[in-house]
């Protein structure tokens, strides 16, 4: 599978979390926890396999995409401190939710950036061969990549 049909495909399963977390109510605590675990475990390996994959393919593929790369791992690093946060939450905590919608709003604001306007620019300077050799690296480090957000090296530390 080419890289970036991996990591859109990466995309909607997040989506497809938060849209279940939004349907639940105040007294679906235990559902929202294990929603709110596996979103957890998503977006870390989400964020450690574009991290240390995707990224810098990017940037050596298509060096005009370097500014929105560093931005990007600045987002990460802010949703990775609240998935850190949310992993230790009771989900009974009236900023549990709160939080969560915090965290789904600065993803999809993410995710929209990457999809509609960088993604394009790698695919062009990448073509097939090299996405889909990415997305073998991309597929492969997924079964290394750390689930818990506290063991993702922050980027300062890069």
């Keep these: 599978m080419d890289a970036i049909v991996l990591l859109r495909e990466d995309h909607k399963t997040v989506e497809k979390l938060?849209?279940?977390f939004e349907k639940t109510?105040?007294?679906e605590t235990a559902e929202r926890r294990r929603i709110?675990?596996?979103v957890i475990e998503e977006l870390t390996v989400h964020a450690w396999i574009e991290e240390k994959f995707f990224y810098p393919a990017a940037r050596e593929a298509a060096p005009?995409?370097?500014d929105h790369v560093l931005e990007s791992i600045e987002e990460h690093h802010a949703v990775v401190w609240m998935l850190s946060e949310i992993k230790d939450m009771d989900p009974g905590d009236e900023r549990f939710k709160a939080k969560m919608?915090?965290?789904?709003e600065q993803v999809r604001h993410h995710?929209?950036?990457e999809e509609q306007d960088w993604f394009p620019e790698v695919r062009k300077a990448m073509g097939r061969n090299r996405l889909t050799?990415?997305?073998s690296e991309l597929e492969a480090g997924k079964k290394q990549a750390p689930r818990d957000p506290l063991a993702v090296p922050s980027a300062d530390s890069k």
């Design 18 to 20: 938060f849209k279940r």
């Design 25 to 27: 109510s105040d007294a």
């Design 36 to 38: 709110a675990d596996e």
């Design 64 to 66: 005009d995409t370097t």
């Design 101 to 104: 919608s915090v965290l789904m």
């Design 111 to 113: 995710v929209e950036e």
């Design 133 to 135: 050799e990415l997305g």
